[in-house]
């Protein structure tokens, strides 16, 4: 960090934040204090340098430099810092920001919104509400879909991840910690998600008879038939990097349409064309109800959206936020998208990603402990196991490889699931840097497994 942000920090009034400041330890210790936060591991990631970076190149406060894995979990489309970026945002710097959308129309939200209609699968007449988080992007969708429905009951699966709040928070199931002691925002009927490596039923894909598209079906029969909707991530993302086989998926839509619900797509994570495709659900050919969108939307701000079958509403519309792509995040929403066609990312995220999933198969063959690598696209993992014969997950195992990776190799890299380590890079990797990522994760393993 250089002196004029010390000089920002003064101006603000903390005279106390001096180079001397700039260790992890001290801002571990501070930022316990002041944060209620679920996710900060802080014996395992020092604190960013907001203030520097460039493409996958972050910075911790100590000056460590990392090869960024995450994508800020997977917000970032084009890295930090993407110049072109950069200029268009400094060229729209007069663009007034905080026009309520929810009240009055601007023209950006509105083409930004013909924009999604456009992207997003299925030629039906759609509609959008803006939102400013995943989790809300998703109860948009669900209330949606219990408005024209006159339903409230929905399908959800294990493990899930679609938001920690109201509704979203209903549909969770990743992690104990986000729902233990809280009530449950709406009924849910909760399926196992199509998990061929660790298929529940205990089927090989040779046998697989899609028991688990059979145990909706008869969990709807014996829980509850009158479903509004079915909720599913196209790649389970917290939950794991799972990629469900599409016949399954296709026949969790079926299963749905038969008992006359909705079908949404979650793709905060998996959306926005990190898969490849604009819409990750492409990639098992279902054409959703609803699909909901966050994360990479925004080009770093918060930005989300519903989008749904026009009329969204019985009536009027029922549902908004008071930041609803306000116009100068419309717009960068608008220059995102534009950018990922005029740029070519949807094929480069397909060949990258290929090319990645090869690299981690490499590690399956080589590493012990490595169960599986699976993924589409710049979405991808690898499973950490005690044994490849046995499969029994080594949840300690895994978080002793990402500290290795995060304080050795220099990789920042994020934990998915139980025992999966994750991958969800900007979409400007280039091969070379998929090597590099790889090549330090095969090192960690080594090392923390000799
Ligand atoms: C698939 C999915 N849905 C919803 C969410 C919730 O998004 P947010 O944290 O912006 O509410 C996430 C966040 O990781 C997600 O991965």
Redesign the pocket.
């Known amino acids: 960090m250089d002196s004029r942000h010390f000089e920002i920090f003064k101006e603000l009034g903390f005279d106390d934040i001096t180079p001397e400041t700039m260790t992890n330890e001290y801002w571990a210790k501070r930022g316990a204090r002041a944060l209620a936060l679920t996710t900060q591991t802080r014996d395992v990631y020092g604190c960013l340098d907001h203030t520097r970076g460039e493409g996958i190149t972050l910075y911790d406060v100590e000056g460590t430099e990392y090869l960024d894995m995450t994508g800020g979990?997977a917000v970032r489309a084009f890295g930090i810092r993407y110049r072109p970026l950069a200029d268009f945002e400094s060229r729209i710097s007069d663009v007034i920001h905080e026009f309520p959308g929810m009240d009055f129309d601007a023209i950006p939200q509105t083409l930004l919104a013909e924009k999604l209609a456009s992207i997003t699968p299925g030629d039906h007449q759609k509609q959008v509400v803006f939102t400013t988080?995943?989790?809300?992007a998703?109860e948009g969708c669900m209330k949606s879909a219990m408005d024209l429905s006159g339903r409230h009951r929905f399908v959800a699966f294990r493990p899930a991840?679609?938001?920690?709040t109201g509704y979203?928070l209903a549909l969770t199931a990743s992690n104990s910690k986000h729902k233990t002691g809280f009530p449950q925002g709406v009924d849910v009927v909760r399926v196992f998600y199509p998990y061929c490596y660790r298929c529940p039923y205990g089927q090989t894909e040779e046998d697989c008879n899609l028991e688990c598209v059979e145990a909706l079906r008869y969990a709807l029969e014996v829980e509850g038939n009158d479903i509004a909707a079915t909720v599913m991530?196209p790649i389970c993302?917290?939950g794991g990097i799972i990629v469900p086989p599409s016949k399954a998926v296709k026949g969790m839509y079926e299963v749905t349409k038969e008992f006359g619900g909705y079908f949404v797509s979650?793709e905060?994570?998996?959306g926005m064309g990190r898969t490849g495709k604009w819409c990750a659900i492409e990639n098992h050919s279902v054409v959703p109800d609803y699909v909901?969108m966050?994360?990479a939307l925004g080009g770093g701000y918060p930005l989300?959206a519903s989008i749904g079958p026009a009329p969204m509403y019985t009536g009027p519309s029922r549902h908004s936020e008071t930041f609803s792509a306000e116009p100068r995040m419309a717009l960068i929403a608008l220059w995102v998208l534009r950018h990922i066609e005029e740029g070519d990312f949807l094929r480069k995220n397909r060949e990258n990603g290929e090319y990645l999933l090869r690299r981690l198969e490499e590690l399956v063959e080589k590493h012990e402990v490595v169960g599986d690598a699976r993924g589409i696209g710049l979405m991808a993992g690898i499973e950490i196991v005690k044994s490849k014969r046995g499969k029994e997950k080594a949840p300690k195992l895994r978080d002793r490889i990402i500290k290795h990776l995060v304080s050795k190799e220099h990789l920042w890299v994020l934990g998915a699931g139980q025992n999966v380590i994750r991958f969800t890079p900007s979409y400007v990797i280039t091969p070379e840097e998929i090597d590099d990522a790889v090549d330090r994760l095969d090192r960690a393993i080594g090392a923390v497994t000799e």
């Open positions: 979990v988080s995943g989790g809300r998703v991840f679609h938001g920690r979203a991530e993302g917290e979650d905060v994570q998996a909901s966050a994360k989300g």
